[in-house]
């Protein structure tokens, strides 16, 4: 079967030539702005004319609602950029988990580029046009609806060419959009982010919709052993094993450490050691999550706890995992359970990372209509239904991103001009909010600036 990666290659391929195509014999219809080429038309005016005309009263009680989102999404943005600066200064050791730069353009292929499969899905170039494409529209769309709604003069609208890129826009007539009152202003600037911010609802609902139709539980996924604290005065002596396990000699018996524990010292000043429990599942150094047990078929967490309490210690039991590279079965004799000697006893646990703050609160709820710890295939097509699974959950993160990131308080973004009448307005002075707007172009600037220093002086 011919990979998605073949037809996206080739989608790329034809489309940059399609887009060559366009600019070469549309020279005349063209004006360029630096490296941008700009391709206006009056497509779309009569639409936006219409729902601009015609829901007047929605729209302007919408008004309190869409600057309101706008600051949230900026002081948002403005404390991640805090944080991320703060984590780069602090602790210079992320770069080794996160190879990308921090500051590196959203282009077709990033994770592969920059070896970050374990963190992104895959990131097709056809992904990147159909996110880009309802990212833009819907934004300048926006844009133009509260533009007619408070009567400001649109003089086009078009396409923005940058290579194979494309993007969309709305032009206002300046004269007319700063005749409209501060709040009107904030409004239009504001719009197009809203309308990002409902398009990232729309698509996490058919991501999460699509997912409860096309996938079905289909494995235990444990990612961690039985573990205990072992005091550091037992211990007798450390001798390596295969598969970079490590065994660990006490009074009281032996323990099991590998890569991610053999630095893990808890309690009482570090005189506690964290350690494998000697159970079975460590003994054959299992691997991969569990679809099945003898005959039965492993769904999850509950099926493998009911499959072994109905089990005794001393019970000869064939696991069948799978892991990236295939199947692989392993013949267990199951323990004695270290907290009750009347059951069995595999020693495989799924340890989930605690949420800390409020940006992994939100995606830990974010993600909890699934379980971490359960094994989700397709019900269909496989590779067809991972490839739709992936589009909407990038379309609706681009949407996220464009809108937070579309808020940042920097001129050439809509934040800026956001930023300025704000200040302007609770200031009633021009002056203090060019100097205001001024040194936040200044601070921005500085966050990136240390971030990718600490980010070069770490990685290389």
């Not at 270290?338 to 495989?348: F, S």
Request: charge should be positive; glycine fraction near 8%; aromatic fraction near 16%.
């Amino acid at each position: 079967m011919v990979s998605f990666w073949v037809y996206d290659v080739a989608f790329m391929i034809i489309f940059s030539a399609l887009v060559t195509w366009f600019l070469t014999t549309r020279k005349k219809d063209l004006s360029r702005e630096g490296i941008i080429f700009m391709y206006r038309t009056k497509f779309g005016i009569k639409a936006i004319k219409y729902i601009g005309d015609n829901f007047k009263k929605v729209l302007h009680k919408m008004k309190g609602l869409v600057i309101g989102l706008g600051f949230v999404l900026m002081a948002a943005m403005m404390w991640m950029l805090g944080t991320t600066v703060a984590t780069y200064i602090l602790h210079p050791e992320i770069t080794k988990l996160i190879k990308a730069p921090p500051i590196a353009p959203l282009i077709p292929y990033f994770p592969k580029l920059f070896g970050m499969e374990s963190f992104f899905p895959p990131f097709y170039f056809t992904y990147f046009i159909v996110a880009l494409a309802v990212v833009a529209i819907v934004h300048e769309f926006s844009h133009g609806i509260f533009m007619r709604t408070f009567g400001i003069k649109i003089k086009a609208t078009g396409m923005v060419f940058l290579g194979p890129i494309l993007g969309a826009f709305v032009e206002q007539d300046d004269k007319s959009m700063k005749s409209k009152n501060k709040l009107e202003q904030m409004t239009v600037l504001g719009a197009g982010v809203f309308a990002n911010m409902v398009f990232a609802l729309i698509f996490y609902g058919l991501y999460v919709g699509f997912f409860f139709t096309s996938f079905a539980a289909s494995g235990y996924i444990f990612n961690s052993y039985g573990m205990t604290t072992v005091p550091l005065q037992n211990i007798t002596g450390f001798s390596n094993m295969t598969n970079n396990m490590t065994l660990v000699s006490t009074t009281a018996g032996n323990f099991y450490l590998d890569e991610s524990l053999a630095t893990q010292l808890i309690e009482d000043n570090g005189e506690y050691l964290v350690a494998y429990i000697e159970a079975p599942a460590v003994l054959a150094q299992m691997r991969g999550a569990i679809i099945q047990a003898d005959d039965v078929k492993i769904l999850g967490q509950e099926t493998l706890r009911e499959f072994l309490e109905n089990k005794n210690p001393g019970d000869k039991v064939t696991f069948t995992t799978e892991d990236s590279v295939g199947i692989n079965e392993y013949e267990i004799i199951l323990g004695v359970h270290p907290q009750n000697p009347t059951k069995a006893y595999l020693g495989v646990g799924h340890n989930v990372m605690q949420a800390k703050g409020i940006v992994q609160g939100f995606l830990s709820r974010f993600m909890s209509f699934k379980e971490s710890s359960t094994l989700y295939k397709p019900t269909w097509d496989g590779e067809f239904v991972y490839f739709i699974y992936h589009l909407f959950w990038w379309v609706m993160i681009i949407n996220l991103l464009v809108a937070m990131f579309n808020m940042m308080p920097l001129g050439m973004l809509d934040g800026g001009r956001f930023f300025y009448l704000a200040i302007a307005g609770i200031f009633k002075s021009e002056r203090v909010a060019k100097r205001a707007s001024k040194a936040m172009a200044y601070l921005i600037g500085l966050a990136f600036a240390l971030m990718m220093i600490y980010w070069a002086i770490a990685r290389f």
